[in-house]
């Protein structure tokens, strides 16, 4: 009885609005306790994940993408972007989701992205006819575009849990990531309402704005490179970008001063950083219970039962994650629910690399869905607008991303083919 009374509670304080963290670690206090189970198991696997050398990779690729956003290196990023781009049909639109994917890259879906480049990219779509509905659902949306791309955190801390290679998801995540992009941007050459007059590649203003961003745009090339030429680890490129961002910000373009400024932007990227880190250790109590109880073992039993093969699986698996993603922080998912499913999927013959770009794509839509994906509510604070407009404007994207979630989901290659193990 004082069980159930303890679980009552906890479903109470999570309605009234308690964090989600908190949430997560009285329920394993509470399951523990009534379970006799000793407690020092979850010490263990919290220490064995602190130890891990590219967890250090979360804060420094933060760090630099903090920098570049208090910087002008959007400003810049974008003219380059709208030489490179803007001459084509839907340019403008294009140049956004492009460089909205780059900055998500780096900063993780934090709401970074929409912040610091919302203000800037909404107007020039305004301007270039794009209608207000349009223009929000497709800032909205790029504001977690970029996750499937190096050196994404989501990958980092996916990788991390599930015990995969993160060069290797960096690689796999390459192809469905420019797939996304891709197919908003025929959206947008489709139905955005261009201007009477198209812009005509201007080779002149290309070079100048390629010189304009050059540290910037290399940057990268040059974590591929770094790491895929085996010259460094993904740790390694972490700490050098990290560096290099620094000086590049404070010492060449001089954008931001490295006294009065870099202070408190380290205080607010390692803000986000400590927030990873404490929902990570609060989670994985959670999910060491879960995984003592045999939950995933239980879980497959039951499915063994309706799902017969491997599609109807993946069919399934979707449709959880999105719900997962709507209503839990992508951290917070990925350390809960990531134990679950990767021993289930193993059992239906999934890759493991293509479960993570599964995984990983449907978070990123989750950042869009109704009722309480973040993107929505950021997007709704920084342009001053209802949420239910948001989940307006931002729908016929929404639907955009199923579909590539489908060819995501059911065309394996596209994940697995960089690495040579697509048929």
């Not at 380290?266 to 045999?294: H, K, Q, R």
Request: contains cysteine; charged residues 15%.
């Amino acid at each position: 009885m004082l069980e159930i009374f303890s679980f009552i509670g906890i479903i109470l304080l999570a309605v009234m609005g308690v964090p989600l963290f908190i949430i997560m670690a009285l329920a394993a206090l509470v399951a523990f306790s009534f379970s006799g189970v000793d407690t020092s198991a979850v010490a263990v696997e919290i220490y064995r994940l602190a130890s891990a050398p590219t967890l250090l990779t979360i804060p420094l690729f933060t760090f630099a993408g903090y920098i570049m956003a208090e910087s002008k290196s959007p400003q810049r990023l974008l003219r380059f972007a709208e030489a490179a781009l803007g001459w084509l049909p839907g340019g403008v639109a294009i140049v956004s989701l492009v460089i909205c994917a780059f900055f998500t890259a780096f900063t993780g879906a934090s709401g970074v992205t929409i912040i610091a480049l919302g203000g800037l990219l909404f107007p020039i779509l305004k301007n270039e006819g794009y209608t207000e509905k349009f223009s929000l659902g497709l800032i909205t949306t790029s504001g977690s575009l970029g996750l499937l791309f190096p050196p994404s955190l989501p990958i980092i801390l996916y990788g991390l849990v599930a015990k995969v290679d993160i060069d290797q998801l960096f690689i796999a995540g390459i192809i469905p990531g420019i797939l996304l992009i891709v197919i908003l941007s025929l959206w947008s050459i489709k139905n955005g309402k261009m201007s009477s007059e198209r812009k005509s590649f201007d080779l002149k203003e290309f070079i100048d704005a390629f010189k304009g961003c050059f540290f910037e745009a290399i940057l990268p090339v040059g974590v591929l490179v770094g790491i895929y030429g085996g010259f460094t680890t993904a740790t390694e490129a972490a700490a050098i970008t990290a560096f290099y961002i620094l000086i590049i910000e404070c010492f060449v373009y001089r954008d931001l001063h490295i006294v009065k400024d870099i202070p408190r932007v380290t205080a607010d990227s390692m803000s986000l950083v400590g927030g990873i880190l404490l929902i990570l250790c609060c989670a994985l109590g959670l999910t060491n219970y879960l995984v003592d109880e045999e939950i995933p073992m239980q879980i497959l039993d039951f499915m063994r039962e309706f799902l017969t093969n491997k599609y109807s699986f993946l069919l399934f698996l979707n449709i959880f994650l999105l719900i997962v993603g709507s209503l839990m922080d992508i951290f917070s998912a990925i350390i809960v629910v990531v134990p679950l499913i990767v021993p289930i999927a193993e059992e239906f013959g999934v890759h493991p690399v293509h479960l993570a770009i599964i995984f990983l794509t449907n978070l990123e839509i989750g950042y869009i869905t109704p009722p309480v994906g973040i993107n929505l509510f950021i997007s709704s604070f920084r342009f001053k607008k209802p949420v239910t407009e948001l989940y307006r404007a931002s729908f016929p994207f929404l639907l955009l991303l199923l579909v590539a979630l489908a060819i995501i989901t059911y065309v394996p290659d596209l994940s697995l083919m960089l690495l040579g193990e697509g048929k």
